[in-house]
Antibody, heavy 117, light 110 residues
Framework: EVQLLESGGGLVQPGGSLSLSCAASGFTFSSYWMSWVRQAPGKGLEWVANMNQDGSDKYYVDSVKGRFTISRDNTKNSLYLQMTSLRDDDTAVYFC??????????WGQGALVTVSS | QTVVTQEPSFSVSPGGTVTLTCGLRSGSVSTRFFPSWYQQTPGQPPRTLIYSTNTRSSGVPDRFSGSIVGNKAALTITGAQADDESDYYCVLYMGSGLWVFGGGTKLTVL
């Protein structure tokens, strides 16, 4: 069974930093692209970032470029999202998801990030 | 800026058929955008329904189907059930590793 478990969410002040982790199990993590998707409270889904299998290709939505960094450790079956210069509008539940066939196939439960003073 | 459009809300009667659409503010949606569809209920992560336009994800009932209708991607629910009442999102692959979600459709079954 595919399982994705996000961790690292919490409350952070504007301008601060936070790092999210996503622990994967039940599939060959190193064979899949991975994504982060977020959802602000009461709002829709927003794709945030993608990374290919070996980390050589990374893509970001414009609003997080230069502030967020996606990374992975295939030896630990883990995906990461390092977030800096956080703003109020980064407040959201952040989901990690597997990418397969140009679709987000499996999703974690999400981690809440709240940016507030 | 690419804008993916979805109906904000839709209503269907139990047992009825409903088609939700996913378009582009500028341009047409085709299979080359690999449209996929997701169902989400409050407090839960999204569930993948359809990918690559019309391929059902494992475990998804065949009353959910995907297609291209005119210049939009479409999700059709045939024989709607009460537990189909959810938010539905489409996402389009824009190329160069970039994806864009639609704003979502809130489906009411009544």
């Amino acid at each position: 069974e595919v399982q994705l478990l996000e961790s690292g969410g919490g409350l952070v002040q504007p301008g601060g930093s936070l790092s999210l982790s996503c622990a994967a199990s039940g599939f060959t993590f190193s064979s899949y692209w991975m994504s982060w998707v977020r959802q602000a409270p009461g709002k829709g889904l927003e794709w945030v970032a993608n990374m290919n299998q070996d980390g050589s290709d990374k893509y970001y939505v414009d609003s997080v470029k230069g502030r967020f960094t996606i990374s992975r450790d295939n030896t630990k079956n883990s995906l990461y999202l390092q977030m800096t210069s956080l703003r109020d509008d980064d407040t959201a539940v952040y989901f990690c998801a597997t990418v397969d066939g140009y679709a987000l196939r499996y999703w974690g439960q999400g981690a809440l990030v709240t940016v507030s003073s | 800026q690419t804008v993916v459009t979805q109906e904000p809300s839709f209503s269907v009667s139990p047992g009825g058929t409903v088609t939700l659409t996913c378009g582009l503010r500028s341009g047409s949606v085709s299979t080359r955008f690999f449209p996929s569809w997701y169902q989400q209920t409050p407090g839960q992560p999204p569930r993948t329904l359809i990918y690559s336009t019309n391929t059902r994800s494992s475990g998804v009932p065949d009353r959910f189907s995907g297609s291209i209708v005119g210049n939009k991607a479409a999700l059709t629910i045939t024989g709607a059930q009460a537990d189909d009442e959810s938010d539905y999102y489409c996402v389009l692959y824009m190329g160069s590793g970039l994806w864009v979600f639609g704003g979502g459709t809130k489906l009411t079954v009544l």
